[in-house]
Structure formats: C-alpha cells, structure tokens
Nanobody, 122 residues
Framework: DVQLVESGGGSVQAGGSLRLSCVAS????????MGWFRQVPGLEREGIGS???????TYADSVKGRFTISKDNAKNTLYLQMNSLKPEDTGIYYC?????????????????WGQGTQVTVS
C-alpha cells in the first residue's frame, strides 16, 4: 500500500500563492503517476493535473499557466505550486497516486488518496 499526506493548505487572498506538498510512504516503488484533485462541497471532484514517472505533466484548462506540478523523487514528495489564485480555486485539495499506462497517460482511477487539505481564496 501507499500512504499519502498533504500539507500546505490555508487561506490566501485572491492573486496570492500557495504551495501544497504531498509526501508518499509505503510501497512508493509501485507509483507510476501522481496527481492533484480538488473538491467543492456539492460538486464533483475535479482533476487539476498529474505527473508521470517520466516527469510529463498534464493540467486542467482551468489551472493552466497558474499551477505547476512537480515532484522530488528523493523525498517521495509531490508539489502543487499555485499562483494567481482565484476565489473559484477554493476547495479541498487531494493528492493521489496510481499506475502509469504509458508515457503521458495515467491509469484511472488513481488507487491511493490522501486525506486532503483545505485551500480558501477570498
């Protein structure tokens, strides 16, 4: 199994920045892809983006140019740098991990999930 723990959430004014972290532990050698998702109460969970074992990233249109996903393999840590935050970015942000089908393509759904961290933009 893989365990994921997010951190770095908080409250920020519109236009500000936050960086979320997600530390993976356990069977990390089995991870092919990692991703970030967010959820607002009453709405479906939204995929923000992902990164595969080759370092290839994908992003939702709503965050392209503002958010950046990166990882530090030595630290088993996934990051989400969020800039130019908007009130509509408010939500609970989840880290996820799973298999990679091929370069640039992650298997869905992700098999492992963190507990989430709250981001509030006002």
């Amino acid at each position: 199994d893989v365990q994921l723990v997010e951190s770095g959430g908080g409250s920020v004014q519109a236009g500000g920045s936050l960086r979320l972290s997600c530390v993976a532990s356990g069977a990390t050698q089995d991870i092919g892809c990692m991703g970030w998702f967010r959820q607002v109460p009453g709405l479906e969970r939204e995929g923000i983006g992902s990164i595969d074992s080759d370092g290839d990233t994908t992003y939702a249109d709503s965050v392209k140019g503002r958010f950046t996903i990166s990882k530090d393999n030595a630290k088993n840590t996934l990051y989400l740098q969020m800039n130019s935050l908007k009130p509509e970015d408010t939500g609970i942000y989840y880290c996820a991990a799973g298999d990679q089908l091929r370069r640039g393509v992650c298997a869905r759904p992700f098999g492992y999930w963190g507990q989430g961290t709250q981001v509030t933009v006002s």
